[in-house]
Structures are given as C-alpha cells and as structure tokens.
C-alpha cells in the first residue's frame, strides 16, 4: 500500500482505533476524524471477554459519529499483537500496524513531555495512523503460517544448540584446552565418541595407544587411527587443564553433549516439516532451481515474505528486509548512502548467509561478486559486495517464485550487468 492508498484509507468519515499493547491489560484510543476522542480512554483485558469489550467500545464510537469505516492500529509488541489483530481481522475490522520507533519519537509533539503512559501511547498510535504513518497487517495463513511457526522453531532451536555448543567449548577450555588442536569438528563420529567415553586427559592416559587407536577406527568407521590416537595423548600428557573437581565435571559434561544430540533431533523433526511445507506451497522447484539454494533458504524465504502475491514490485521485499539505501546529506555535507536496517532482521540475515555461499558456489554470483569488488569506478568493500548479492538474490527469488520460472543463468544478472561484466573481462 502506497502514501497515497493509505491516506485513502483514514481520509473522509473514518473513526481511528488506537491500541497500545500489553501482556495482560490493554489500552484503546478511538478518535473521530479531527483527532477527538469519541469515547473516555478504556482499558481491556487480554482475553475473549475483553476483545467484545473493544468491540463493543468501537460499535458505540462507530455508531455515534455515523462513521463509515474503522481502522485499528498498533504496535507489533512482542508476540502479543497477534491474538487481537487475528480477532479484530475476523470481526472484519481493518488493522494496521505502527512502527513502535515512530510511536517512540512523536509521544513528546502534543505535550512536549517524555512521559509515557499506556493511555499516552494509545492516543500516539492513533495519531499516526490518521497521518498514514502505518504498515500494512499481513498476517500469514494457510501453508504460510506452517511456514513462519516452523521457522521460528528452528531459529529458536539452533540458538539453543549454539548456546550448547558455546558451553562444550568453555567445558574443553577449562579441564581440555588441547582438545580442540587434535579434533576440529567437536562434532565429528570421533571426537564426539571421545567425549561421551574418554572426554578427560585422564582417562585418555589409562588406554595404550593401540587400544585409544582401535577405538577411533571403529568409532570414525577407520576414518581416522594410530596418528590421531597419538596426538591425542600427547595433548593429555602435556594438557595444563583443570584436575580438580573432576567428578562433577563429567556430569556437566554429560548434560551438555545430551542437550546437543536432543537439540540436534529436534531440528532434524523441523526441517523435515519445512521441507514437507516448503513442497505445499508449489514453489519449491523455482527456488531450488538457484545454484547454492537450499531446502532451510527457500523456506526461510518464504516463511519471512510470505504469499508474495501480496507484493505488487520486489522493491517492497527490499524495504521489508531493510536493504533499502538511506543517505544523510545537509547543506554542503554529502553523507555516505547505507542500508537502513530498518525492516526484518531475519530476512536480511538470511539473503546475506546465503550470499556467502552464492558466491562461492554460483558461477553467476561469484562473477558479479568478483566484479564488484575491482570495478574501476566507485569499487565496493566485501561486506558492501555481499550486501549488494543479497538484493540480487532477493530480486532473483521474488522474480522466480512469482512468474513460476526455473532459474536461467543467462538472465540470472540482466543485460545491463552482463554489459558491465563483459566491458570487465
């Protein structure tokens, strides 16, 4: 929805709904088309009985101004939004949402005050929407939804066995500070048997040689032996780790490596679901069809954008994942041009990993990379060059998935880039 659509939409006999979001108690604004409040301010409740509240509330305003639409809006609180926007979109109400660092930023243009109250912010967060300062309220549904939930789960879950596996590293420095020398996959059959079975210096000395070396052959299926074996007790021979308090080190142990094998099947169950989610959307194969593109990207994707029928040019998804060029430039200063970062963090971080793989492996991204870091004019630093990849795969991925093409190398960059790589060579 562009500037002038939404201005459309608040503009004429529209009553504005303002909602300042909580865990348990929310507040309400309604304001009339001059920016008066049509009822007192009113709290309610975060359950059934307080959403019939606000309807009830909105009804009255609705009715005593002969008003000919409602539009709600408020901030993407947490995750605390979404059981109201999902009630008041089933009542047939309009609800948008208000960027919570506009509401930060006006809150102190009718008081000059910096005091917030939940009853302050309601009227803010009406305010802005009667401004057409608002975002649309694209709630995911259907496959998409699956989508979302699931890749929420599994970013939560990799954050648990990052943080897992932060705490097997701290565990080594302290009692094993070699290990990681000998083993640079922790999470390699070897190693990993080494852990569960012999995971002190200690208990590595008790074995001879020969038996620590049977015993990594048959864990690594004869991957690794003898020489492994052999720095691995000459990194406990001369290992300066911790030797007190063995007993309840091991147990510690114990838990960590529990929690990384049952983090590890729980994501193992999610990305199955997200494949399986993936393949329902009928889209699988035109992103997939991107050399370097996997099953988790194209999900993630999607699970991000979601229905990109939504979307009417790609330059939209550009500003949802924040890549679009900001500039701050006065009077005779020329500032520098950078992404504003302003729009979902998880996007913008997924096109950018991806771009690090692209880039290594698709010839088409690795040329164009390449081409922008020795330019002759206005060259690009390396995160700058992978910024600049991320919004041609952002812009690839939104092309494929809505024209429902397979990837074609040829027009994979456009004429105009294939000029410019060309004039290079």
Not at 270 to 285: C, D, N, R
Request: charged share 25%; aromatic share 8%; with cysteine.
């Amino acid at each position: 929805m562009n500037k002038a659509k939404k201005k459309a939409l608040v503009t004429g006999n529209v009553i504005v709904v303002g909602v300042d979001i909580a865990k348990k108690k929310h507040w309400a604004r309604i304001y009339n088309p001059v920016g008066l409040d049509v009822v007192k301010p009113f709290p309610f409740q975060n359950t059934r009985e307080g959403f019939y509240r606000l309807v009830s509330k909105i009804m009255e305003a609705q009715q005593k101004e002969q008003a000919e639409r409602v539009v709600v809006g408020m901030e993407p609180t947490g995750h605390y939004w979404k059981p109201l926007a999902w009630f008041l979109q089933q009542q047939g109400y309009t609800v948008v949402m208000v960027n919570p660092y506009h509401v930060k930023k006006s809150k102190e243009l009718d008081d000059n005050s910096p005091s917030k109250t939940d009853r302050k912010d309601a009227g803010t967060i009406a305010a802005l929407v009667q401004e057409g300062r608002f975002l649309n309220c694209i709630l995911p549904r259907g496959v998409y939804a699956e989508l979302r939930t699931l890749y929420t789960a599994r970013e939560q879950e990799r954050s648990k066995l990052n943080g897992a596996l932060n705490r097997l590293q701290a565990f080594l420095d302290e009692y094993f500070p070699e290990f990681p020398i000998v083993f640079k996959n922790l999470l390699g059959m070897a190693a990993w048997w080494i852990l569960r079975h012999l995971p002190l210096p200690e208990d590595i000395l008790r074995l001879s040689t020969e038996e620590l070396a049977e015993h990594l052959k048959v864990a690594s299926n004869h991957r690794v032996g003898g020489k492994r074996a052999q720095a691995l007790q000459e990194a406990a021979r001369n290992s300066i780790g911790v030797t007190a308090g063995l007993a309840g080190a091991r147990v510690k142990l114990s838990v960590i490596l529990d929690e990384i094998e049952f983090t590890n099947t729980q994501l193992q169950r999610i990305e199955a679901a997200l494949a399986q989610a993936l393949e329902a959307t009928g889209l699988a194969s035109y992103l997939l069809s991107i050399p370097g593109i996997g099953v988790i990207t194209a999900a993630g994707f999607l699970a991000e954008v979601g229905d990109l029928s939504h979307y009417e040019h790609w330059r939209q998804l550009q500003k949802l994942a924040g890549l679009n060029l900001v500039e701050d430039s006065s009077g005779q200063k020329k500032g520098t041009r950078v992404i504003s970062k302003r729009g979902r963090r998880g996007l913008r971080n997924l096109l950018y990993q991806a771009s690090l793989v692209l880039v290594a492996r698709n010839k088409e991204f690795k040329a164009l990379y390449h081409y922008l870091l020795t330019r002759p004019e206005n060259p690009l630093r390396k995160k700058q060059a992978l910024v600049a990849i991320s919004l041609k795969l952002l812009r690839v991925m939104f092309t494929l998935a809505r024209e429902k093409r397979l990837y074609d190398p040829q027009k994979a960059l456009g004429n105009y880039r294939l000029g410019q790589l060309q004039q290079a060579a």
